[in-house]
């Protein structure tokens, strides 16, 4: 499998291909659809990144804002006064790479300064409005001024859907990248995200994107999946959020075939312990003696 260097902030980087990424999620906000409340004091919200780092998150995803459906947006200075105390603690601990989950350029710019590497942008750099491509948005602007990697994640939300779940990916996300490419951001800075939940109105929407996720790859970047606790996998078990972990890492495993990178969960050990087998599997496939 093609080893690909992320290109982080700071000078820093992550090499990507061989072996799966798990990305922890650390929403420090009092109403996220499945750990709302828990982490939202810092001394817990550390507590719980240094848990996931320990259980083998390379990356570590603070939130300061909710974005489960019909979430209620915040001020900036609300989710900077949650997530910048946490990620500077984390920073002066060294543990771990930082991302942070931001659509704001105010925020991410000084995410950064305080010590995240990366930025995860749940718009797609398509958040601001009014601003074309002439203009490049805000996080593209901080990603382009501080070589900080970029998440741009695929969403339906607040426009009309292609009906072909793959098409709809294709017309977002090559949007995505001309704003990035406008705002000289370089490739090696870029992560897809495909977007499970995000306006995937059915359980069969996000099944289907999942099925077909292989599909991304012709975009020719690395390709992160989210699915953790996500509905579909209720629907598909009929277990509430917090019972999920099992078929968050069965997903995991799935779009690790299909040729996901990174994965961004709630449940660490359980998602670790899945893709590291299947690594295990993908490494000793390219070592068996092909047939006639």
């Not at 982490?39 to 390379?58: S, Y």
């Not at 749940?122 to 070589?147: H, M, Y």
């Amino acid at each position: 499998m093609t080893t690909r260097r992320w290109q982080l902030a700071h000078g820093r980087y992550l090499d990507l291909g061989p072996k799966a990424v798990v990305v922890g999620i650390l929403n420090v906000t009092p109403d996220s659809f499945s750990d709302g409340g828990l982490f939202i004091a810092p001394e817990k919200a550390l507590e719980q990144a240094r848990r996931m780092v320990g259980e083998g998150a390379g990356v570590i995803d603070v939130g300061g804002e909710s974005t489960r459906p019909g979430f209620a947006p915040i001020t900036a200075e609300e989710e900077q006064g949650r997530v910048l105390p946490v990620i500077a603690a984390l920073a002066a601990s060294g543990e771990a790479l930082i991302s942070v989950d931001t659509y704001r350029e105010d925020t991410a710019r000084r995410a950064i300064a305080a010590g995240a590497h990366i930025v995860n942008d749940v718009w797609g750099l398509q958040r601001e409005p009014g601003i074309g491509l002439q203009r490049e948005p805000g996080i593209a602007r901080v990603a382009a001024e501080t070589g900080a990697g970029l998440i741009i994640m695929h969403t339906g939300r607040e426009r009309q859907k292609l009906p072909d779940v793959i098409e709809d990916q294709f017309l977002f996300l090559r949007k995505s990248l001309e704003i990035a490419r406008a705002a000289n951001i370089a490739d090696s800075q870029i992560v897809l995200d495909a977007g499970f939940g995000f306006a995937k109105e059915t359980a069969a929407e996000n099944l289907d994107l999942m099925a077909r996720f292989s599909e991304l790859q012709a975009l020719g970047y690395p390709l992160m999946a989210g699915t953790s606790r996500k509905r579909f996998i209720g629907t598909a078990t009929g277990r509430e959020p917090g019972d999920r972990a099992a078929g968050t890492a069965a997903t995991s495993v799935i779009l690790r075939l299909k040729g996901a990178d990174l994965f961004r969960v709630h449940d660490v050990a359980i998602n670790v312990d899945a893709l590291a087998l299947t690594d295990a599997m993908l490494a000793r496939e390219t070592e068996l003696p092909r047939g006639p």
